[in-house]
C-alpha cells in the first residue's frame, strides 16, 4: 500500500503560479510512473500530466506550455509547476502513482485561482 501525500496548493490571482508536490511511501517498483489529474466543481477528473520513471512525460492540451511536470527519483517525489494560471485551473489536483498496473491516489490538494 502507497501512500501519497500532496501539498502546495492555495488560493492565488489570476497569471500567478503554484508549486505542488508529492511524495510517494511504501513498496516501490523501479518500473512506475507518476502524474497529476485533476476535478473541477461539478465535472469529471481528468488527466493533466504523467512522467515516467525514465523521465518521459505527457501533458494535457489544456495545461501545454503553462504546467511543467517533473520527479526526483531519489525521493520518490513528483511535482507541478502551474505558471500562468487561469481561473479555469481551478480544481482539487490529485497526484497518482502507477505501478503493477496499480493505481495509487493521494487525497488531494485545492488550487484556486480568482480572476
Known amino acids: 500500500q502507497l501512500q501519497l501525500v500532496e501539498s502546495g496548493g492555495g488560493s492565488v490571482q489570476a497569471g500567478r503560479a503554484l508549486r505542488l508536490s508529492c511524495p510517494a511511501s511504501?513498496?516501490?517498483?523501479?518500473?512506475?510512473?507518476m502524474g497529476w489529474h485533476r476535478q473541477a466543481p461539478g465535472k469529471q477528473r481528468e488527466f493533466v500530466a504523467s512522467?515516467?520513471?525514465?523521465?518521459?512525460?505527457n501533458v494535457a492540451d489544456s495545461v501545454k506550455g503553462r504546467f511543467t511536470i517533473s520527479r526526483d527519483n531519489a525521493k520518490n517525489t513528483v511535482y507541478l509547476e502551474m505558471n500562468s494560471l487561469k481561473s479555469e485551473d481551478t480544481a482539487v489536483y490529485y497526484c497518482v502513482f502507477t505501478q503493477l498496473s496499480t493505481n495509487s491516489w493521494g487525497q488531494g490538494t485545492q488550487v484556486t485561482v480568482s480572476s
Open positions: 511504501g513498496t516501490i517498483f523501479r518500473l512506475n510512473s
Open positions: 512522467i515516467s520513471n525514465s523521465g518521459s512525460t
